[in-house]
Antibody, heavy 123, light 109 residues
Framework: QLQLEESGPGLVKPSETLALSCNVS??????????WGWVRQPPGKGLEWIGS???????YYNPSLKSRVIISVDTSKNSLSLRLKSVTATDTAVYYC???????????????WGQGTLVTVSS | SYVLTQPPSLSVAAGQTASITCAGD??????VHWYLQRPGQAPVLVIH???DRPSGIPERFSGSNSGNTATLTISKVEAGDEADYYC????????????FGTGTRVAVL
């Protein structure tokens, strides 16, 4: 049974870097049959795709966040990470780890979600 | 980037049919996927590739896509269908972006 478990600080100060990890069990990141990434949801608002990465380390990002985001994978730990720099209050959100279905070497949709972790940006 | 617009809310009586729309420019040229999100929970995929149901999703959920509008239809609505619903497409291009709709809150009366 696939499980995605997010972890990281629940509180980050403005201008600092948000860093989250996602531990994957029940599937292998290195299998290459899926891509892995992150989706966020500000409180009371809709879903926003952040980005996705393949085991080859090829990554794709939301153009609106691209300049601040890095997603990386650690195949030895079967995990992925998110780093979002220079955060502001507008980055406050529930961050979901997400497995993506892939077609033609592109992430197409999210077929499995973690439970999400709330990150608040505040001094 | 591509914009997907959904009505903010929809109310439907139990046992009736709910139709949730997702508007986008020439959306029929995209494959549309739908998610439901119950309060306090992660989203769940209910329709992929316009009209296909993932394993475990009831036949009451169906989808269509034509022109500038994609539609998720829930027949014989139940209290447990009360949730937020989001459409989504893969925009493609060099960024291979995934785009979500604005979301629709469905209330069951």
């Amino acid at each position: 049974q696939l499980q995605l478990e997010e972890s990281g600080p629940g509180l980050v100060k403005p201008s600092e870097t948000l860093a989250l990890s996602c531990n994957v069990s029940g599937d292998s990141i290195s299998s290459g049959s899926s891509s892995w990434g992150w989706v966020r949801q500000p409180p009371g608002k809709g879903l926003e795709w952040i980005g996705s990465i393949f085991s080859t380390e090829t990554a794709y990002y939301n153009p609106s966040l691209k300049s601040r985001v890095i997603i990386s994978v650690d195949t030895s730990k079967n995990s992925l990470s998110l780093r979002l720099k220079s955060v502001t209050a507008t980055d406050t959100a529930v961050y979901y780890c997400a497995r993506h279905l892939v077609a033609a070497a592109a992430p197409i949709l999210v077929d499995h979600w973690g439970q999400g972790t709330l990150v608040t940006v505040s001094s | 980037s591509y914009v997907l617009t959904q009505p903010p809310s929809l109310s439907v009586a139990a046992g009736q049919t709910a139709s949730i729309t997702c508007a986008g420019d020439n959306i029929e040229s995209y494959s549309v996927h739908w998610y439901l999100q119950r309060p306090g929970q992660a989203p769940v995929l209910v329709i992929h590739y316009d009209s296909d149901r993932p394993s475990g999703i009831p036949e009451r959920f169906s989808g269509s896509n034509s022109g500038n509008t994609a539609t998720l239809t829930i027949s014989k609505v139940e209290a447990g269908d009360e949730a937020d619903y989001y459409c989504q497409v893969w925009e493609g291009g060099s960024d291979h972006s995934i785009v979500f709709g604005t979301g629709t809150r469905v209330a069951v009366l």
